[in-house]
């Protein structure tokens, strides 16, 4: 019963990039700074453009009726066996976790465990499979890290955060207040429920400022977009960046085609 | 209410079938394996029992009897119930001084001398079947000579535990002790410190119904 | 169930969340006790190796639960050869009849009840008032709740919502003690009210930790002592019980009590742990002369049907669930509406109440999974609540949904939503065009998007998606 131990694969020569609907049409700078990330540690990534969405949305609203029916036809869209990779703990846990139960006893259970079984969260991916050394090229700059609640318990990565901003000598990493408790985003429960959400927010965007930082790196966008905004709309000193991209942007673009 | 019963045992019975569900094996190992000296068990057992303001004395066995009687001085008791047919009772009736606290028994249904107990005992002493390293805990099988009450409505509970009686944890007394062998008796009690509650505003408060102070002498 | 007079106030939630989240005192009350549980209960595990622990719980638990049916008979038939009678009933209502028949044939006039969840889940209290019978609470919580006439907003502490003035002025109205900010005052007070009563109560009633089929043995885990004395003082003695509480050996009971313990309140014991296996036997001077055990089902038996949800019967009620929750922190436990709050309440009051009237309260989570993290018996919490969230709305035409009330939370506007959404993604031609049209005019992104920009401020779409990023770099002679 106990979790089983995580079995990290070789460094591959090519994954795939699964880039989630939220990055895509909101953060792509998150995106392709995953991508080159992985590229600069030699990586080829493939980026099958008929990829949407993990169908978490629909899944944890109940309509797994509507969730399958948009996976099913991106489950032919990563036929090598390289790993797929996420800027996305929720997302990642949408397709490791869920996948499985998703599909048992369907035409698709084999091939979504298959797809399942390859899926990992970026982060840990560059820092337990491709053993990346960062080298810092920015400014000194106090940052708080937000692990998104699917990133630390269902895909066990709390770790992976401040070790990787660890790397960098010019951060520095402040400790806030209930780090390992839920923002209050939630997905659809943000909407469903606005009055509680919105508590649980603004708590956590007080102690991130609290604590002292200027920005929040986020594992996971849904998170960043709720503190983020919330900090906009509220006129609060913070801003959110997902933390690939601020991975990517500190350590100097290096291949030249980086957006800051 | 046998109909209840017939239709409940049914609907269980329907959900799954006759055979049990299989679970998985229960490794007891995190709960069972302890290998603490006697001297390691009795400090964790007072250390234990102390954080929870239990009150332990470490005695040597012939004086027990005085060591209690200058407690009870000190803390202002004026009168012991006692079981008189245990060795302890004997011990305490033999020793008993003039100028010393009053010692009553309980001899009687409880229904018979309720509001004396309730209301005119200031405290008693108990023996127990043991101890609990692990927990602070102190295990009592209430009898016909030490009934349950006596450890339970007095504001002071004086118990005695010697020292070679002291188990690592709650699972090896049960297997040492072989209670579900032998059969339970009407009640069994873990006691681990005097009564208390948290329940105003989580602040720790002592006493409430059950005794405010639990002193356990050790004798070595 | 004896709840029909509650439920249209159980699907009243969003108002009771907004006056629970409106109410300052509420909020630090329940923030200051949530952050201490937490941390009583992280250190209260040092040492330990908690996931063997956990694993060991849960497979305690399972076992019982696998041989349900069987233990049930045993257990019954080890407490009837010690003398203790055994009832079944199917019903809270059935339950609450049972055990005021019983006080009628023994004339009783006042019960003592020492803390009692399935007597709060059965309304008993009330139930006996009815009849005539003076019900009182022994528990220190439980007390103080009766007093203000409310019901337990957490299910180890019942009072929790209050704080010291808050309980002060409570008892100064109602029973005449001094206003005092002292504990020991106000808690020796309440010993003094409540000794009167145990010493002349006609019946018990209590609840029960755990069942030792093996031995017939009921195990109730309490730190006052007004547990003992409800077992103990009055001539008879009710023990009431959901069905799932039964384990097979005595054993068991060992890493069972040190998961509870710690996981509720950060004792690595409490006071007492106390064991009956029968009433007063011949020469013995004190105990109660009769000891009843009530098995109540109350909708227990209908989760068993089901062997995913079967989990939620795992439960030995220790609270860590709540106490981790940060919906519970922020709302506490009244605005659930339901006997048992938090988590655990929104897996299984549907099964008590129904879907119907308990609607809201599968979607009231992040899944963020701080519950399933400390359960000690490993419930799977937040994918039980997504099992009901698919219920609720009859999402899964693979699976039919069979938890009482479902589909009740089905609306077509949602429905039709979800289709779209499923329209949209389910083609990768429709997806990239939404892409398009969404950075195109992405100057005309809406500034107010429904709930989510009441707080706050609405995300506004990239001026290229990743797709097209992509694409052009490819076109442009990058890898």
Request: with cysteine; proline share 5%.
């Amino acid at each position: 019963m106990t979790d089983p131990i995580k079995l990290y694969p070789a460094k591959p020569e090519k994954v795939y990039f699964f880039a989630t609907c939220l990055v895509d049409l909101f953060y792509p700078d998150a995106g392709m700074a995953g991508i080159q990330l992985l590229e600069r540690e030699g990586i080829e990534v493939l980026f099958p453009q008929d990829q949407t969405c993990c169908g978490q949305p629909a899944f944890s609203s109940g309509f797994n009726d509507q969730a399958r029916d948009v996976v099913v036809p991106q489950l032919d869209l990563f036929p090598g066996d390289y790993p797929i990779v996420v800027p996305a703990g929720s997302c990642g846990g949408m397709m490791r976790k869920h996948y499985p139960e998703l599909f048992a006893g369907t035409p698709w259970q084999e091939k979504a465990e298959a797809l399942a079984a390859r899926t990992w969260e970026l982060t840990d991916f560059l820092l337990n499979v491709c053993h990346i050394r960062l080298k810092d090229q920015g400014k000194p700059v106090k940052v708080a890290m937000h692990t998104s609640c699917s990133a630390r318990r269902e895909m066990g990565i709390a770790e992976v955060g401040p070790r990787l901003l660890g790397q960098l000598g010019q951060v520095e990493l402040v400790e806030q207040a209930r780090a390992e408790e839920c923002c209050g985003f939630g997905g659809t429960f943000a909407v469903r429920h606005p009055e509680i959400s919105e508590a649980m927010v603004n708590d956590k965007t007080e102690a991130l400022v609290a604590a002292g930082a200027e920005t929040v790196v986020a594992t996971d966008c849904g998170c960043m977009m709720n503190i983020a905004g919330f900090a906009e709309k509220n006129q609060r000193p913070l801003k959110g960046q997902h933390i690939v991209s601020f991975l990517w942007e500190r350590t100097g673009c290096s291949d030249g085609e980086g957006e800051a | 209410m046998s109909k209840a019963r017939n239709a409940i045992l049914e609907r269980l019975r329907a959900g799954r079938g006759d055979q049990p569900l299989q679970a998985p094996a229960s490794d007891f190992s995190v709960v069972r394996d302890r290998d603490w000296s006697l001297t390691e068990r009795l400090e964790r057992f007072e250390t234990t029992i102390s954080s929870v303001n239990g009150e332990v004395h470490r005695v040597v066995e012939e004086v027990w009897v005085q060591h209690l009687w200058a407690l009870m001085a000190a803390k202002g008791l004026n009168n012991l119930l006692v079981a008189p047919e245990t060795v302890l009772g004997q011990q305490l009736l033999q020793q008993q001084q003039a100028s010393g606290p009053e010692l009553r028994t309980y001899r009687d249904p409880v229904e018979h001398w309720k509001s004396e107990l309730f209301n005119g005992v200031d405290a008693a002493l108990t023996g127990c079947r043991g101890a609990i390293a692990e927990t602070g805990s102190l295990i009592l099988w209430p009898t016909v000579q030490e009934p349950r009450l006596m450890s339970l409505v007095p504001p002071v509970h004086f118990v005695v535990l010697r020292a070679d009686q002291v188990y690592c944890t709650f699972y090896q007394a049960l297997a040492e002790q072989g209670w579900a062998d032998q059969g339970m008796p009407t009640n069994a009690l873990l006691i681990s410190g005097p009564s208390k509650t948290a329940d105003i505003e989580q602040t720790l408060a002592y006493g409430v119904h059950g005794p405010r102070e639990l002193v356990v002498l050790v004798l070595e | 169930m004896t709840q029909t007079s509650t439920l249209s106030d159980v699907r009243e939630f969003h108002p009771r969340v907004r006056t629970a989240l409106d109410n300052p005192q509420i909020r630090s009350n329940f923030r200051n006790a949530m952050d201490g549980l937490m941390g009583k209960r992280q250190k209260a595990f040092d040492g330990w190796d908690l996931d063997k622990l956990r694993d060991l719980g849960a497979a305690v638990r399972l076992r019982a639960l696998a041989r349900l049916p069987e233990l049930l008979e045993r257990l019954e038939a080890n407490c009837i050869r010690q003398g203790i009678q055994v009832h079944w009933a199917e019903t809270g209502e059935q339950a609450c009849e049972i055990i005021g028949d019983i006080c009628k044939a023994r004339q009783a006039r006042t019960v003592i009840k020492g803390k009692s969840m399935v007597s709060e889940e059965m309304e008993l209290n009330h139930y006996l008032e009815e009849q005539g019978i003076e019900a009182l609470e022994s528990d220190l919580g439980e007390y103080i709740v009766q007093l203000a006439e409310e019901t337990p907003s957490h299910i180890i502490m019942p009072a929790i919502h209050k704080n010291t003035t808050e309980i002060s002025d409570l008892m100064h109205e109602r029973t005449g003690t001094e206003r005092s900010h002292d504990v020991d005052y106000l808690t020796a007070s309440a010993r003094q009210q409540l000794r009167e009563k145990f010493m002349t109560a006609d019946v018990g009633i209590s609840g029960v930790n755990f069942a030792v089929a093996q031995t017939g043995t009921l195990c109730l885990v309490e730190n006052e002592g007004n547990g003992r004395l409800t077992t103990t003082v009055p001539p008879c003695h009710i023990a009431v019980t959901g069905i799932e509480k039964v384990v097979e050996h005595l054993e068991d009971i060992s890493p069972l009590l040190a998961l509870l313990t710690r996981s509720a309140t950060g004792q690595h014991i409490t006071t007492y742990v106390n064991m009956i296996s029968g009433p007063r036997r011949d020469a013995e001077l004190d105990g109660p002369e009769a000891v009843h055990l009530v098995l109540v089902d109350s909708g227990r038996s209908s989760v068993y049907q089901d062997p995913e949800l079967m989990d939620t019967l795992r439960c030995i009620r220790c609270g860590a669930c709540m106490n981790h929750c940060p919906v519970y922190t922020r709302v506490g436990g009244h605005a659930y509406g339901t006997t048992y709050p938090g988590p655990i309440g929104k897996i299984l009051m549907p099964h008590l109440l129904g879907l119907d009237s308990t609607r809201d309260l599968p979607s009231a989570s992040t899944l963020c999974g701080a519950c399933g993290e400390v359960c000690p018996v490993r419930i799977p919490i937040p994918t039980l609540l997504q099992r009901l969230r698919k219920e609720s709305v009859d999402g899964d035409r693979l699976r039919p949904s069979v938890v009482r009330g479902h589909g009740s939370k089905r609306h077509w506007k949602e429905v039709l939503a979800w289709n779209a959404f499923r329209w949209i993604f389910a083609s990768p031609g429709r997806y990239r065009l939404l892409g398009m049209l969404m950075t195109r005019f992405r100057a005309f992104t809406p500034s107010r998007v429904g709930a989510w920009s009441r707080y706050r401020s609405a995300p506004k779409p990239a001026a290229r998606t990743l797709h097209q990023l992509v694409n052009e770099r490819a076109k442009g002679g990058g890898r």
